[in-house]
């Protein structure tokens, strides 16, 4: 049985007086029946580790580089996320892959080093809206499936979020057929690729707008096995209606 996860991606947003919430977030939920995951910036990473010791949450990263050490100023290696506390790392999210150029293959490798350092790989794919329109979204999240996971993933240290870009931060949300339809076909795909037990295991999030307010219709759907939220994650009261929602799923 796939554990469900609320993970919460605070991108670029957060400085010391952000860790009450998640202090707060602790307080809230001493026991879920989920998985719950906080993604602060790297500068608080450390502390939100720290502030999480002894409670249900675990912290992780937003990014890692694909390398484990070098010259690469200003970058984070794998293996450092996990001397700060992390326990996962996202990638691949559609603001690295647009603001970066981070291409499938970039996140593969990225991918491949931090499932050696130990860490879970939440994988992100998404069309974009002229994508959805031209109806190739099936086409696109297929070739990022193929090409940003990498060979040595299990139901362990993979999970594959789906956000479509153009539901991110813009209050849209794809209607509750679309979403089954791509999460059926990511499973799909695992399964044929990794075989039915890995394939089964992987947990599959949706992101893109989730609040409280929309959670539990879409924690209903097919192989959604949780979210990825991000604005509605900023703030404990808000994370708390959806981890609610998604433990009576």
Known sequence: MRRKLAAGNWKMNGTTAALSELEALARAHPSPS????????ATLLHRAAEAARGTEISVGGQNCHAATSGAHTGDISADMLVDAGANAVILGHSERREDHGEQNEDVRAKARVAMD???????????SLEQREAANTLDIIGGQLSGSIPDQSTGENLIVAYEPIWAIGTGKV?????????HDFI?????????????????????????????KDIFDVSNVDGALVGGASLKAQ????????????
């Open 174 to 182: 794809p209607t509750l057929n679309e979403i089954g339809e791509v």
């Open 238 to 249: 808000d994370f708390s209606g959806i981890i609610d929602a998604l433990q009576k799923a």
């Open 117 to 127: 350092a130990g860490l879970k790989a939440i994988i992100c794919v998404g069309e």
């Open 34 to 41: 989920i998985d719950v995951l906080i993604c602060p910036p």
């Open 187 to 215: 499973r799909a795909r695992l399964e044929r690729r990794f075989g039915e037990g890995v394939g089964r295991s992987v947990r599959l999030l949706y992101g893109g707008s989730v609040k409280p307010s929309n959670a």
